[in-house]
């Protein structure tokens, strides 16, 4: 399996506070078969001001502990970008990371209001070359409360990112169901652990990926944690010939009844 939004990089963000617990955190990933992580430390221009060169460093000398250690964990460098206006421009000017720095990028939007023109961002970044993943939408509100607004956003091209936690109902029953209903609707493309430690939010796969594979068969589940995070290592678009998304039920119920309960 590979990790594609992982806060393994210790000192950047809200992750690992130090090598120490980074390392804690790179033998619980390899102990539940992860074998590659993306390192996403969190991008925003006032809190978290990671650029692109500063983490390719960071990557490098996890790299050398890793080795140091004998954990046999690949790293590559990311990040997951916080919504910005001139977040194209300075993708552009190579100041912010890629996954693998390539033409992916990991992006996360507010969680509480949907941003004002975000179709037409997405679009944007679309017609720039970019390949665009969204981090968690399960664990925003607005499409909690509207998930078509979801499926039209992989219409437009976008990724989606389910988060292992969320699947598993460790946010609740609610964001649990709904990634249960993403699932069977061909809307997710990648599960990810979003770690940022050893207690909460750890660097865990296996548990999840068996629970997509209750949900939409073994071979969805593989997409998600291997095939698509390869496309992503090498840069390429997705192969969704047989993997369309499929309409949500319109019904003047709550989405989390679609199916009876």
């Not at 004002?116 to 997405?122: S, V």
Request: proline fraction near 7%; hydrophobic fraction near 45%.
């Amino acid at each position: 399996m590979i990790d594609i939004h992982c806060h393994l990089l210790p000192g950047l963000d809200d992750g690992p506070g130090n090598m120490d617990e980074a390392l804690s955190m790179a033998r619980l990933a390899v102990a539940d078969g992860i074998h590659g992580a993306i390192c996403t430390p969190h991008w925003h221009p006032m809190r978290w001001p990671n650029e692109r060169v500063a983490i390719l460093q960071a990557v490098a000398e996890m790299r050398h502990r890793l080795d140091t250690e004998g954990l046999p964990l690949r790293v590559w460098a990311g990040s997951e970008l916080a919504l910005d206006a001139d977040l194209a421009d300075r993708l552009g000017a190579g100041r912010l990371g890629t996954l693998n720095d390539g033409r992916w990028v990991l992006l996360e939007l507010p969680g509480a209001f949907p941003p004002p023109g975000i179709e037409d961002y997405l679009w944007m970044l679309r017609r720039r070359g970019y390949e665009v993943v969204l981090a968690h939408p399960e664990r925003y509100a607005y499409i909690r409360k509207d998930p078509a607004r979801l499926h039209a956003w992989v219409e437009m091209g976008v990724a989606v990112q389910i988060t292992a936690s969320s699947l598993l109902g460790r946010l609740g029953p609610e964001v649990s169901t709904l990634c249960r209903v993403l699932l069977e609707h061909q809307l997710v493309h990648f599960l990810a652990s979003d770690a940022h430690g050893t207690r909460s939010r750890r660097p865990l796969l296996g548990d999840a990926s068996r629970a997509a594979a209750e949900v939409a068969g073994s071979q969805a589940a593989r997409r998600l944690v291997a095939d698509h995070p390869e496309s992503v290592l090498r840069g390429e678009p997705l192969d969704l010939r047989d993997y369309a998304p499929q309409a949500l039920p319109s019904r003047n119920r709550p989405w989390y009844r679609f199916f009876g309960k």
